[in-house]
């Protein structure tokens, strides 16, 4: 069985990335692409569904791990009654290869080691051909099954029904490299690594990348989640593609939303939404390169006819990520189905194209300069949701139920047609801004009409429930904090949204969202109630919700999207962009204790 969502730390190379157990074992990986098709996949099911164990033959051993500076390396230190090693876990980047690297290096004593090699591809429905290459010493495991192979260069390993299994000793001192390397089948293993001068250059590069970071002055002065932000800018830059600039939701599927449900959705797509407020988060922070090369990636992704534009891609933009599921997968902790692509694809969610408005408005206003086919991107994508607004959507909540006139969506497409107007009036843009203008109004004067009851803003026109969605109404400016409708909907929010002072999206007793089930506390909406709270003056609780959120992250900094409270555990896939970055975004808003709209 696999271990708990939160006793799981990523290793990336910004193309894919391994989730490492806290016993030793890469429970998921696919390679070469996070959307690729897993090779150990034992997080959605049992070792038998292929993994890779390294840890020390002692059952009593105890670890603790860290990663290595500002870095994707992890460092995990293992203590055991014979002596103590370090597994250094890495994926290098940056020399077009898909590596994993496994340095032991002894501490003191000798501690024997052991290793448990699963290889399962195919999303464990292809056992490999495996065969030693003689011609290298000692003799490299060369494992093939359809397009994918890898081959495994370390310590010998032996066959034992369909694993392979090795023991090997450390002493303190000396340092033992197992490297495997993924390649397509058809072509020949590659060399082997030079694993030093791959360590260095990874550690230099991520390093480097994060020494550009801004954060604002009085986090960084009081240290309070300096270091929390700069993790979690980390790991945003970890789920960005590293050529293609797409930058995916999560690492993983089917990470459930309640343990046994059926709320398990497949995130390693780039959604335009979360990919937009990511690359505010990144933007925000000093990483104005990335936003023209996720520009650009757009540009590619919805290129041709604005009608056909989805609401989430592949990461280099592919357009074909149907739902289908895996029957012989038993899910995570039983939790079924197991889901590939997913089924949001092919649907209308109206707030989609004010999302990206607003954010190609702000790198506007950071300074990142037009390029000759972005104002006339956005341009199109302005028709686009001219034309569909009398439509109604299935939300930011991609719900599986009826459509409606969701709040948190029309707001957004006030959104994108009050960014248009400045973008006329303020940067000097051509375009038809009475059209925007009288858009814009429009849509304003229907959400004062139809998304307000009892003084607060709703979910959807047909309803007086509140969403935790309305929390971001003043992020886009659409009115501000204080507002009294907002204050009145904070209060709503608080009185049937938070439970054991976390924030749900939704209350999932109505059955809007058309599933079975409940879920967990979205970590999001829990971060962007700091930033309400901020803004509004009530520091204390922002301050305390702050400090609680980012004690549920796990050892190593990482949050998966939900929190269960009563069993104390993390919630659906890891780590998540829309919680990392609505933790960005809180911490800056607390380090401001002012308010400042999107874009």
Known sequence: MSLPIEDYA??????????????GSIDWLCLPRYDSMSMFGALLGTEDHG????????????????????????????????????????????????????RVRGVSGTVRMRQ?????????????????????EPPALVAVAGPDAIVLRGPLLHATNHSHEGTFDVRAGETVDLTMTWFPSHRSAPPPLPVDDALHATRAWWTDW??????????SAEGRYHEHVVRSLILLRALTHFETGGIVAAATTSLPEAFGGERNWDYRYVWLRDAALTLEALVGHGFL????????????????????????????????????????????????????????????QADVVGEVIVTLSAARAAGVPESPFSWALERQLLRFASEQIERRDRGLWEIRGEARFFTHSR????????????AVEEDGLDGPVERWRELRD??????????????????????????????LLPQVGFCAP??????????????????????????????????????????????????????????????????????????????????????????????????????VRAADALARRAHRPRG
């Not at 448990?116 to 290298?136: M, Q």
């Open 210 to 219: 994060a020494s550009g970071a801004r954060t604002p002055e009085a986090a």
């Open 442 to 471: 429009r849509m304003r004067d229907e959400i004062d009409t139809r998304g307000v009851v009892d003084g607060h803003f709703v979910q959807h026109y047909e309803t007086d429930e509140v969403d935790a969605s309305l929390l």
């Open 411 to 422: 707001v957004m497409i006030w959104a994108a047609f009050d960014r248009a107007v400045r």
């Open 116 to 136: 448990d090699l699963r290889i399962r591809f195919g999303y464990a429905d292809a056992i490999p051909w495996v065969r030693k290459e003689l011609s290298e």
């Open 289 to 348: 390169h990335l936003a023209d090369a996720w520009r650009t990636w757009l540009l590619r992704a919805v290129a041709g006819d604005p009608g056909d534009l989805q609401i989430m891609y592949g990461p280099a933009g592919e357009r074909d990520i149907a739902e289908r599921e895996l029957d012989h997968l038993p899910g995570f902790e039983g939790s079924r189905p197991v889901r590939l692509g997913n089924g949001a694809s092919t649907q209308y």
């Open 482 to 583: 204080d507002d009294a409708r907002m204050r009145a909907t904070v209060a709503r929010i608080e009185q049937t949204l938070m439970h054991d002072g976390l924030v749900h999206r939704y209350r999932t007793t109505t059955g809007v969202d058309g599933l079975s089930g409940t879920e967990g506390a979205f970590l999001a909406c829990s971060f962007w109630l700091v930033e309400q709270y901020a803004c509004t003056g009530r520091i204390d609780e922002a301050e305390a919700l702050m400090q609680r959120l980012c004690g549920l992250a796990n050892d190593v900094g990482m949050l998966s999207e939900e929190y269960d409270v009563a069993a104390g555990r993390q919630l659906g896939n890891t780590p998540q962009a829309f919680s990392h970055l609505a933790l």
């Open 10 to 23: 990523l290793v990336s190379d910004c193309f894919t990335g391994a989730l490492v157990g806290k016993d």
């Open 51 to 102: 993994r890779w164990l390294l840890a020390p033959d002692d059952p009593a051993a105890s670890c603790r791990r860290h990663y290595a500076g500002d870095t994707m390396i992890l460092v995990t230190r293992w203590t055991t009654a014979t002596g103590e090693v370090e597994v250094i876990d890495a994926m290098p980047l940056g020399d077009g290869r898909a590596d994993v690297v496994r």
